[in-house]
């Protein structure tokens, strides 16, 4: 497929996981790419990955939970874009811990990368967006935003906001003709889930050394995996990601998708 063959593609969170994944899709895709994440060494890892695209990757380093650092970075990715028709905001990180030993410094950091990231980049990206061709953002939500992931409060509510967040958006920029959707992985292999990685997307999950397993029930998969595995690759991730930000999807906006192998059933 090259879906992208004409398109401009900023991702944040590029640098490792599910982030490095929609890189390598887009990439594959004929897209050409600007991956951003706070970690260079995961932006080196990726563009190792990519040597056969690397002609059409850029990199940048940014914190999206930092103003300034969103503001040049998005504009240095436009400008070595030349403009931008698709926003991947993949970047997150995880935290978890019972409800009485989670503090206030690590709720308010998982907000500040997960939810206010998301807003910085979108707000700075607007612009070059409504000037774009058919204009897409794919915001990253979660399973947990819509049932039960113990521990994992701050995570939920961050997630749950970006959900919201990217109704109100669909809603607000559907005349100027930007799609807004956000997809909902659960059961996912990433540098998320399994505490690999360097980038914004990697820190694992930390479970409580007592967390009571019988409570995760609900979000096991319903579909198999090769070799009885837990976790999907990020790969299936990426391809719906791809497909959103493409013109494939180009009647639907203001809408979720739950990559989780049926878990919310």
Same mark, same amino acid.
């Given at each position: 497929m090259?879906?992208?063959?004409?398109?401009r593609t900023?991702?944040t969170g590029?640098g490792?996981?599910?982030? /490095?994944?929609c890189v390598?899709?887009?990439? *594959?895709?004929?897209?050409r790419?600007? !991956? !951003?994440d706070?970690? *260079?060494?995961?932006l080196g890892? #990726?563009?190792?990955?990519?040597?056969?695209?690397g002609?059409?990757l850029s $990199?940048v380093v940014l914190d999206?939970?930092d103003?300034?650092?969103v503001?040049a970075?998005?504009?240095? %990715?436009?400008q070595?874009l030349?403009?931008?028709?698709?926003?991947v905001n993949a970047a997150?990180?995880?935290?978890s811990?019972?409800? $009485?030993? #989670?503090t206030l410094a690590? &709720?308010? /950091?998982v907000?500040?990368v997960n939810l206010?990231?998301t807003?910085l980049?979108t707000?700075?990206?607007? +612009?070059a967006?409504?000037?774009?061709? @058919?204009?897409?953002?794919?915001?990253?939500?979660s $399973?947990s935003? /819509? &049932?039960?992931?113990?521990?994992?409060?701050?995570?939920a509510?961050?997630?749950?906001g970006?959900?919201?967040?990217?109704?109100?958006w669909a809603?607000?920029? *559907?005349k100027?003709?930007?799609?807004f @959707?956000s997809?909902q992985? +659960? =059961?996912?292999?990433?540098?998320? #889930?399994d505490?690999?990685g360097?980038s914004? /997307?990697?820190?694992?999950p930390g479970?409580?050394?007592d %967390?009571?397993f019988?409570? &995760?029930g609900k979000?096991?998969?319903?579909?198999?995996?090769? +070799?009885g595995?837990? &976790?999907?690759?990020?790969? %299936?991730?990426?391809?719906?990601v *791809?497909?959103l930000? =493409?013109d494939? %999807?180009f009647?639907? #906006?203001?809408t979720?998708?739950r990559?989780?192998g049926g =878990?919310?059933m």
């Open positions: 090259s879906r992208y063959a004409q398109r900023l991702i590029g490792s996981g599910i982030g /490095q994944a390598l899709r887009i990439l *594959a895709e004929g897209g790419v600007v !991956a !951003a706070i970690s *260079a060494e995961g890892d #990726t563009v190792a990955k990519a040597a056969e695209h002609e059409r $990199t999206v939970g103003e300034e650092s503001r970075g998005v504009a240095r %990715a436009v070595r030349g403009g931008l028709d698709t926003l997150g990180i995880l935290r811990a019972h409800l $009485t030993q #989670t690590d &709720f308010e /950091q907000l500040r206010v990231g807003f980049v707000r700075e990206a607007i +612009g967006l409504r000037d774009g061709t @058919n204009p897409a953002v794919v915001n990253f939500s $399973t935003a /819509q &049932f039960a992931h113990p521990y994992m409060a701050a995570y509510a961050s997630k749950g970006v959900l919201a967040m990217t109704h109100t809603s607000e920029f *559907a100027a003709g930007i799609r @959707n997809v992985p +659960g =059961s996912i292999s990433s540098g998320m #889930t505490g690999s360097a914004q /997307q990697s820190v694992g479970l409580p050394e %967390a009571d019988t409570l &995760f979000v096991a998969p319903m579909l198999p995996l090769d +070799g595995a837990i &976790f999907a690759t990020p790969d %299936a991730v990426a391809a719906v *791809a497909m930000g =493409s494939d %999807a009647f639907i #906006t203001g979720e998708v990559i989780d =878990s919310h």
